[in-house]
């Protein structure tokens, strides 16, 4: 059975079949985890969207329920229950705001409650008859306005969401709408992100604003109730805007501070000047978990092959591993690592390395494990005294991808490339290689850029499939700190996190040979100096437990 799907999943998030894209309005509630999502009850391609429901007690097995939104009413959802959010109101209260298209294909906000808000496992809710509760306005396009944000009250009491819209001048813009009852919703004069989308052109979907700091309990949404001035000097903390843009399938974000008495952002970056994620990663959505007092965040994770493959296997899509999300020491970008839970699907044997020189034009297997389904961890370390040797970066490698383009696995440099290559058949004909590449950024100082790639150029022996080189910059000195290197790899999806989650790279791969029991791990260093795996730690995962129990009262 698992040949005949081996591109299927075994910890990441999945519904049983067909279609599933955006996560929405993720929480948690009387104990429970709860993860809608974008879903096509009819197929395993692009339509009929509704909100399917899974719930868990540890984000890491789930049970699949009824369906929590289908499109069902003329004026207000016919054509889909798109993306949205949930918020937790006073009282132990609970809302859904999702766009839904109507039959004029126009786009509008809808409120929806529990009917039984005493069941843990919310597997019923009401439409507001009050929908839709927010419109389309003349100054801005009806068929381009959704995807409403989890919504924060303010100092003033009242509740604010940011909603995608494209304007009149075809730019597209982060709209600001204010509620005292969360019922009658009014748009805001003025808009804190107004100036952030003024020169841009792209589509905006799955906004997401939430406060973040160095430790997760800082992510709590309550923050913003507070009158304090907050700055990054005192309290460590800052306030994140993620946008998704469609024409690029790509999840930007701005970090900043915000005053919510004058409406003002005020950002320290250009809005597509950091990604959460350099590889297939796209219409995140985080939430405040108060049990573990952290923020946690999922993206949908595409495809990278074709419909026709889908209709065959009978899915597509899945999520990422859920990932905790802080503010890096430094303040200036957001760090991501796989939630702690996932270490209880690591199974007992494990494999370690210490102190392994990886020589020039080294590569050995890391054997004893299950290398379709693994978590690995490993560090590499550099002699310091041997880094003046790196090559001189040019000033025109601007562009990290690019640049992963034409250093890539297979081309030999000084101080890289070295990694992983996963999921690997056993002559390497089909491989993806995760690696480093080290430059010094000027003749005279101690200054150095890494480069942190992910090659799947020989990913697969099949046509037709992505098979794209990723990359990006990893912000670390190897001066100061080892490399560290962190992947998730799961049959048919490798999530690598760099400089313990200062980068990550998420690929989708479909090898013909490197299934199964024909996946290897393999480290290697294609550089002409040595590095050294000062720790590689690595364990076979069990799955994950997925349970189809819909519309039974017995769990």
């Not at 899509?317 to 939630?339: A, D, M, N």
């Not at 962190?486 to 400089?499: K, Y």
Request: net charge negative; with cysteine; glycine share 6%.
């Amino acid at each position: 059975m698992e040949d005949e799907q081996p591109y299927r999943t075994a910890y990441h998030f999945q519904p049983p079949n067909n279609w599933m894209n955006d996560p929405n309005g993720p929480m948690y509630y009387k104990g429970v985890y709860h993860l809608f999502y974008q879903y096509n009850p009819k197929g395993p391609v692009f339509g009929n969207m509704a909100w399917a429901h899974s719930v868990s007690y540890n984000l890491v097995d789930w049970i699949h329920l009824d369906i929590a939104l289908n499109p069902t009413d003329p004026d207000i959802d016919i054509n889909g229950c798109w993306s949205g959010s949930t918020t937790h109101l006073p009282n132990d209260k609970l809302a859904i705001l999702y766009t839904g298209r109507d039959s004029k294909k126009h786009q509008v906000q809808n409120l929806a409650t529990p009917k039984n808000p005493s069941d843990p496992f919310l597997r019923e809710w009401a439409k507001s008859p009050l929908n839709p509760i927010i419109s389309p306005s003349p100054d801005f396009d009806p068929k381009e306005f959704r995807d409403p944000t989890t919504a924060w009250l303010g100092p003033d009491k009242i509740w604010r969401i940011v909603i995608g819209a494209k304007m009149g001048n075809g730019k597209w813009a982060g709209l600001l709408f204010k509620s005292s009852d969360f019922e009658n919703w009014t748009r805001s004069t003025k808009s804190p992100f107004s100036k952030l989308f003024e020169n841009n052109d792209l589509i905006l979907e799955c906004p997401d604003f939430f406060p973040v700091g160095i430790n997760g309990s800082d992510g709590d949404n309550n923050y913003m109730n507070n009158n304090d001035q907050y700055n990054y000097e005192k309290m460590k903390k800052k306030y994140a805007l993620k946008v998704s843009f469609l024409d690029n399938k790509h999840d930007y974000y701005v970090l900043g501070q915000y005053c919510p008495e004058t409406e003002e952002f005020n950002p320290e970056s250009e809005v597509i000047d950091l990604r959460l994620d350099y590889g297939k990663f796209y219409a995140s959505k985080s939430f405040y978990d108060h049990e573990q007092k952290r923020r946690v965040i999922w993206g949908w994770i595409m495809e990278s092959d074709n419909d026709v493959d889908a209709n065959v296997r009978g899915w597509s899509g899945l999520q990422s591993f859920p990932r905790t999300i802080v503010l890096s020491e430094s303040g200036k970008q957001l760090i991501q690592w796989p939630i702690e839970e996932i270490e209880k699907l690591r199974r007992d044997e494990k494999v370690s390395l210490q102190n392994k020189e990886l020589h020039s034009d080294s590569i050995f297997e890391i054997s004893g494990i299950t290398a379709s389904q693994v978590d690995i961890e490993v560090s590499f370390e550099i002699e310091v005294s041997e880094l003046e040797e790196a090559e001189l970066i040019n000033p025109s490698w601007i562009n990290p991808q690019l640049l992963c383009n034409e250093k890539n696995s297979s081309v030999k440099g000084i101080f890289g490339p070295f990694g992983l290559k996963v999921l690997a058949s056993n002559d390497l004909s089909e491989q993806t290689s995760i690696f480093f590449h080290i430059f010094k950024t000027n003749e005279t100082e101690k200054k150095f850029k890494i480069l942190m790639c992910s090659d799947q150029s020989r990913s697969s022996l099949r046509d037709g499939v992505d098979k794209h080189i990723y990359g990006t910059f990893l912000d670390l000195d190897p001066c100061q700190e080892k490399i560290t290197l962190r992947i998730l790899i799961d049959h048919s999806i490798v999530e690598s996190f760099g400089g313990e989650g200062r980068s990550v790279i998420t690929a989708r791969v479909y090898p013909k040979l490197a299934i199964n029991k024909g996946s290897h791990l393999y480290a290697f260093n294609n550089g002409t100096k040595s590095v050294k795996i000062s720790n590689l730690n690595a364990w076979s995962m069990k799955n994950a437990q997925f349970e189809s129990r819909i519309g039974q009262e017995n769990f």
